[in-house]
């Protein structure tokens, strides 16, 4: 129990500060059912973009263009959705980012270019493509325009925990512990209700991805092999990997997940694809792949970081006054752990910051509405950028790879 | 005895170079056969396309009287066929399992079954004694583990033919028995071993018979008991064997380089090398010899000024050189020769006259008043450098790259010599060259040792430190264990301080 509190004190001294802040009344927004169950909305499409920048980067690709397969996905997922139903739509935004991670897959690996330049190119061609498409597709309709779609019906039912959180017209528990108001356990309470209420089929499908993939990459054969080729093509080639089609699929992968990314935007958010939806959301998603280590489950809680400060901003002002506070408090941990590895630079910075922030806190009651939305940029930011765990990326990530080359 | 190979009439031609020449082999089993020969002989070409990852152009080859016709490793490896690289061909952020494992299964979604496989391999590692922990991580692996998980991984899928590509130029000469133990015992199971190599002593030491390669054809095949290395020598590259040089000491009284209690700390705080205190008079060569991964290579760096010092100091002549940048440093008259030619020392992709200027780019030697770079200057001085050194290119233009290994190290070599230092660090200042560029660099360096420059060389080569220096120190886990006049030390004796095995 010490050594496990040692070990991850990093994340776990958080969490006790934000229940901490959260027993004040101004901020109990911040661990109520609401603001989780938004979390994990705003969380599903990063972790899903982060899961495939993951599946591409582990073959060796290098994926920035995330953002424009999961513009396909977003303008896919509404056509198809819009003609046939959601999980058609589903569908149809997956294989539309899987068809420009075939593209970025035969630019960086059957032409060797630059995978950078490659997925720049693809972000500006998903852009230009989905306008085209979007003013072909809806010639006919009243509501014709280049930038957004018909209105779709993206219901596809929902699901709450029986027992536990009340569906089925059974008694919840975690909603009578939270109502209860009792300090950390209703904290808890908030947290597994909004966790296990009205979770749309769509989120649900997306979650169970997550451990999917993980067992993919590190229980199969196929995995093995996908992993071996972004640390070592020539000596998986020797071993008879396929590595140019490991890569390819990898790619292609990465696609789908940012074109089911981008369908769970519509289907879920908004109910219509719109222009510039996606709104950065792909590389958000990179940032968290490189927060969670190229791991499954660190994709997860990086994007849970993000949506959770998504939702706060959506959900109260006061709350995000709140963040503050927990902000001055992990600065000073900081400080005070690079104190100890005689940074001291760095700890005197932190310092600095850490004051800053408490001298803000104290000296005024909201936070002003420019700053709220940008909350969970800045947090995004504040964590990679302090994140001191020791990253440790596919080896050959990014290098070019030919067939037969001996290095 | 069958025979497990049999190449005939193999060419393969690459753009301007006939790799291989109608090479004719025959390899019976059950037995250790080297194959020598110069870097560009056409060695590694042959086995590339005996392990399927090239494709003759013209020939054939037997494979225990089957004729095969490859098409990638896989078709190899099912012949029973497996290559050990010199490089090694492992991922670091795989485990032990993992490495060997890789490929054995199609690319399925079904789920790995660890326990039967770690069974499997536990029984061949007790089978040959070579023991492993399967689940480590590959970088937890020293060097010498590192090659037995990849002749494990050889083995485990059913390999009777073990291709080793310089196997040994990666070990210190305790590994090299330990290594050459392990294929004795493999070899008695029935295994036959091709050993590729250009170290003529430990080829007679292990080898049954002997094949020499020389400028892609097969020159002749010999008995190794019968054999002398001066023959084999003679074979390989039509003249005697050079050795290094013989000492006479020259060293003037007047100090190049001194080093008081110098001390760093690695980036996650263990100690890089602690206490070390040496000193190069004018006119000296003192080498350091050590496993890979001791502190030399730190050491050179912060003498040079790249990696952050704890406490110590650095006498560069009379001054202390301890706050100075890297560039005061060069400028001052300290020259460096990297372990790496291509990352560390060339821009490959610039041509020759351009490279010479690296490391001086900031000095007045190629900088005008008015901050142009001097390239008259610089086309003069590659000129001479191509010219002193020997450096076989078509012109000062042509590119770094387009240079062959040798003649890349010889263009860096004569670079720094050229820049006229006080001292030179020189960092395995002849891995991975031919014997002819070999030769001219350990002569360069003796005579400009002669001129009075004071060297510190670190070098895996033992019989290159041997040869050369004047003084050896022996660095083991960051401290300097030994020093040892070079009269005296054989390969043997450094290997034994460089283990830790005496102190």
Redesign the interface.
Known sequence: MINFVKKHYLIILPIVFIVLIAQMDKYDQLTTSGTFGAAIRLAIPICLAGLGGMFSERTGIVNIGLEGMMIMGTWFGAWAAWLYGPWYGILAGILGGALFGLIHAVGTVTFQVDHIVSGVAINILAAGVARFLNVVAYADQPTQSSTQSPRIDGDVGDFTLPYLSGGADTPSLFGYLQDLNYPFISDIAGLLLGATSNLSYISIFALVLIPVAAWVLWSTPFGLQMRSVGELPTGSESLGVNVYLMKYIGVMISGGFAGLAGAYLVLESSGIYREGQTAGRGFIGLASMIFGNYRPFGIFMGSGLFGYADALQLRSDDAVHGLLILISLILFIFAIKQLIEKKYINSSISIALSIGFLIWFLNSETVPSEFVYFTPHLTTLIVLSSASQKLRMPQKVGQPYRKGELS | MTLAIDLSNISKSFPGVKANDEINLKIQEGTIHAIVGENGAGKSTLM?IL?G??KQDFGSIKIFDNEVNFS???DA?SEGIG?V?Q????????SVL?SV????????????NKSKYKDEINEITEKYSMPLNTQSMIDELGVGEKQRVEII?VLFRGAKILILDEPTAVLVPQEVSELFNNLKNLKDSGVTIIFISHKLDEVLEIADEISVMRGGKHIDTVDASTVSKTDLAEMMIGQNLPTPPKREKNSKQDKALTIKNLTAETENGRSAFKNINFSINQGEVVGIAGVEGNGQRELAESILGVYPIESGEIILGETTINDLSTRDRRESGLSFIPEDRQSQGLLMDVSLSENVILGKQSSTKYKSRYSNIKFNEASKNSNIVIENFDVRTPGNNTLALALSGGNQQKFVVGREIENKPSLLIASQPTRGIDIGAQSLIWNKLRDARDDGLGVLLISADLDELIGLSDRIYVIYEGSFVKELDPENATPEILGSYMTGLKT
């Open positions: 590339k392990y990852m090239l990638s490793p896989k490896i290559m690289h490089h090694f061909m492992l991922a670091d952020n795989l993992e494992i890789l490929g054995m299964d199609r690319a399925s979604l079904k789920v790995l991984k």
